[in-house]
C-alpha cells in the first residue's frame, strides 16, 4: 500500500520524521484531516445531518466529500468525512476495489436511524466506530494512552455515563503534551463552537477513552455484507450501559496488541 508523503503532515503540528513511522493508514487518516477545512461553526441537529448529506456523494470511480458543504458541522460527521477521505484516496490509488454499489453503503446518511447501516453505526451514542471496526474486522480497539498513535480514532466520554445519558465527543487523536507536569491531549474533530479545528484538553478531564485503529482497509469492500441495524448500538440511544459490556462487545483490550 502506498504511504502519503509526510510533508502533509506538517500542517496539523506533526514533524514529518515521526509521520514517516507510522503506520500507513494512520498517516492516510493524518493527511485527509489536514484537507479538511477549518472553522464552519458547530451545530449537532437534523441540519447538520442533511448538511453531511449534501456534502457526500459518488465520483467516478471514489467518494466525492464537501466539507464546507457540510458546515455547521459535529464531532461524528467531521470524522466520518475523514474516514470517507481515506477510503477515496486509497480507492485512488489503488490500494482498494470497491464497486459503485459497495461505495454507496458509506453515503446513506440521511433518515438513517443511529446503529443502522454504516453511517447509523459510526454516528451511535457510545462505541460507534469501535464497533464498526469490530464487525468489519478492519481495526484495533483498545484503551492505552501509551500506545495510542496520531491518526487512531478516538472516542471519549467526560463522564461515567455510556450511553443514553452520555457526554461524548469523537475525534482523532494526534498526540500527547506535558504542561506544568500535566499531561493535556490533542486532537482534531468539529468541537464546540468553532467546528472543524484541534484542541487540547487535560487528560484528566477523559473519564473513559476508546482508540480505534484503522488497520485493514480491505475489508471495508465487506461493508455491505453486514446485519442491517446493530441492536447493541441501537439501543444506545435510550439505555445506559457499563464498561464491560462495551469492552465485550467492542473486543476492546488495553493494548493494540490484544
Known amino acids: 500500500m502506498k504511504t502519503i508523503f509526510a510533508i502533509f503532515l506538517l500542517g496539523i503540528g506533526t514533524a514529518s520524521a515521526e509521520t514517516s513511522k507510522l503506520p500507513p493508514l494512520n498517516q492516510y487518516v493524518l493527511w485527509a484531516v489536514n484537507q479538511m477545512p477549518k472553522g464552519g461553526g458547530y451545530l449537532a441537529s437534523k441540519k447538520a445531518i442533511v448538511n453531511l448529506q449534501n456534502g457526500v456523494a459518488l465520483s467516478d470511480q471514489g467518494i466525492s466529500t464537501k466539507p464546507k458543504v457540510a458546515s455547521p458541522s459535529f464531532c461524528s460527521g467531521a470524522t466520518y468525512c475523514v474516514f470517507l477521505k481515506v477510503i477515496d484516496k486509497l480507492i485512488e490509488n489503488g490500494s482498494l476495489k470497491m464497486t459503485g454499489k459497495q461505495r454507496w453503503e458509506f453515503l446513506k446518511i440521511d433518515e438513517v436511524p443511529d446503529g443502522h447501516g454504516i453511517w447509523g453505526r459510526w454516528n451511535a451514542n457510545g462505541p460507534g466506530t469501535a464497533k ?107 439505555k445506559s450501559f457499563t464498561w464491560k459490556q462495551v469492552a465485550k462487545e467492542c473486543r476492546v483490550y488495553a493494548t493494540p496488541g490484544g
Open 132 to 238: 464498526l471496526f469490530a464487525e468489519l474486522k478492519c481495526g484495533k480497539n483498545f484503551t492505552s494512552y501509551d500506545h495510542a498513535l496520531p491518526g487512531d480514532f478516538m472516542k471519549i466520554w467526560w463522564t461515567e455515563e455510556i450511553g443514553g445519558k452520555e457526554r461524548g465527543h469523537l475525534v482523532v487523536y494526534l498526540g500527547a503534551m506535558m504542561k506544568n507536569g500535566k499531561k493535556y491531549i490533542r486532537f482534531w474533530s468539529s468541537n464546540i463552537p468553532g467546528g472543524y479545528g484541534e484542541k487540547v484538553v487535560p487528560q484528566t478531564n477523559i473519564k473513559h477513552v476508546l482508540f480505534s485503529r484503522f488497520e485493514n482497509h480491505r475489508q471495508l469492500a465487506k461493508a455491505g455484507s453486514l446485519p442491517e441495524k446493530n441492536r447493541f448500538l441501537e439501543d444506545m440511544l435510550r
